[in-house]
Nanobody
């Protein structure tokens, strides 16, 4: 069992930056891939970025070149550095971890991009 807790969300102006963190606890040795998803009001949850335990990253086209996912396996933490933020990036951001036993989700953190 893996538990995930996100932090770092907030209100930022367009063009600004934020860094989200997701701390994993429990059986962190079972985690393979970690990733970030987001869900805006009235929209489906969508993939933002993933990072495998081999260091392979994948990004949604809408965030390529602006967002960077990284992991600190020693700390069991995954980060999402977001730059050049746009109003359309506003959403609840969720952390997800895949393990051999299934996957786990965090509770989400709100990101609002507005002037």
């Amino acid at each position: 069992q893996v538990q995930l807790v996100e932090s770092g969300g907030g209100l930022v102006q367009p063009g600004g930056s934020l860094r989200l963190s997701c701390a994993a606890s429990g059986n962190t040795a079972s985690i393979s891939t970690m990733g970030w998803f987001r869900q805006a009001p009235g929209k489906q949850r969508e993939l933002v970025a993933t990072d495998t335990n081999r260091g392979t990253t994948n990004y949604a086209d809408s965030v390529k070149g602006r967002f960077t996912i990284s992991r600190d396996n020693a700390r069991g933490t995954v980060y999402l550095q977001m730059s050049s933020l746009k109003p359309e990036d506003s959403a609840v951001y969720f952390c997800r971890a895949w393990t051999y036993a299934g996957d786990s989700w965090g509770q989400g953190t709100q990101v609002t991009v507005s002037s």
